[in-house]
């Protein structure tokens, strides 16, 4: 019996005859697994709301455009079936993880760009005096009270989390909404206890104290609100910052903000000198 070749040509493939055009062996692509694709795809939704803003929510995330997003930047080409019931039964969970994961964020970004702003000021304090001590206290304000407000105001996953903030605690309350609350609560624990571990040390550098029976916790959740409040307000009213108040050298003008004011009066009323402080060597 004869038979006829109908236009595929054979390849070996590991020394065996293959009918397989190369071309579609080579658009193969290796198999992610599930937690690498769900990271993905909850970043995708992200890029795509940084640049959009949340609006009313996440109606707008579809799977296809969050695919097509995907695929424009890792090349990767998703389907339904490569999520629905192996990673979210539905668009709808989906919806949720990826409020939930905003609703997470730590704010450790918003935290590094603050402390960072605070190296010149450290390296030049004067630490010898009580009133020294109180001056440094009042600069680590203005400055780090502005580089804050700079860094929150300048946050696309800020803006984000304030959104998230407002969905989840607006109308009746959903089994949604309270995953979110939770995450919310996990998130504001997580950036609570950072700033905590950072306002201590900045008090053992300054040889100052929470004042009884305030805590630092009570002062950290003070200062936060305070924050979020000034952020908001800034977005509308740019009378929040530019102000010049006679607190440098001599009485030189300085420029202040609002939160900055604010959170050196904070820091007046909870702080004191620490009677049992000795200053670091060097």
């Known amino acids: 019996m004869e038979i006829h070749n109908s236009g595929l040509s054979k390849s070996p493939v590991n020394g065996i005859g293959s009918t397989v055009a190369p071309s579609v062996a080579s658009r193969r692509q290796p198999r992610r697994s599930k937690e690498d694709l769900r990271s993905l795809l909850l970043e995708a939704a992200q890029e795509i709301l940084r640049e959009q803003g949340l609006g009313v929510g996440t109606d707008a995330l579809s799977f296809k455009r969050v695919f097509d997003r995907v695929e424009r930047d890792t090349g990767l080409r998703l389907t339904n079936a490569s999520v629905i019931r192996r990673i979210w039964d539905n668009q709808a969970d989906y919806h949720t993880d990826v409020l939930v ?140 910052e530019g102000i010049d108040l006679p607190t440098g050298p001599d009485g030189d003008d300085q420029e202040w903000t609002v939160f900055g004011i604010g959170l050196e009066a904070l820091a007046r009323r909870f702080l004191e000198l620490d009677p049992d402080w000795t200053p670091r060597p060097g």
Request: glycine share 10%; net charge negative; proline share 3%.
């Open 101 to 240: 994961d905003i609703a997470a964020d730590d704010g450790r970004e918003d935290v590094d760009r603050t402390i960072n702003a605070l190296g010149p000021v450290l390296g030049s304090i004067d630490l010898s005096t009580p009133t020294g001590r109180f001056a440094a206290m009042s600069e680590i304000c203005r400055v780090g009270g502005a580089a804050n407000i700079k860094a929150l105001r300048e946050s696309h996953n800020w803006s984000l989390w304030i959104g998230v903030w407002a969905l989840a605690t607006a109308g009746e309350s959903t089994d949604q909404k309270k995953r979110i609350q939770l995450a919310l609560l996990e998130g504001y624990e997580s950036v609570t206890e950072l700033y905590e571990e950072t306002y201590l040390a900045l008090l053992g550098l300054l040889g100052l104290r929470i004042r009884p029976p305030l805590t630092i916790r009570h002062f950290t959740v003070a200062v936060g609100a305070l924050a979020e409040g000034c952020t908001l307000r800034n977005r509308v009213d740019l009378d929040m």
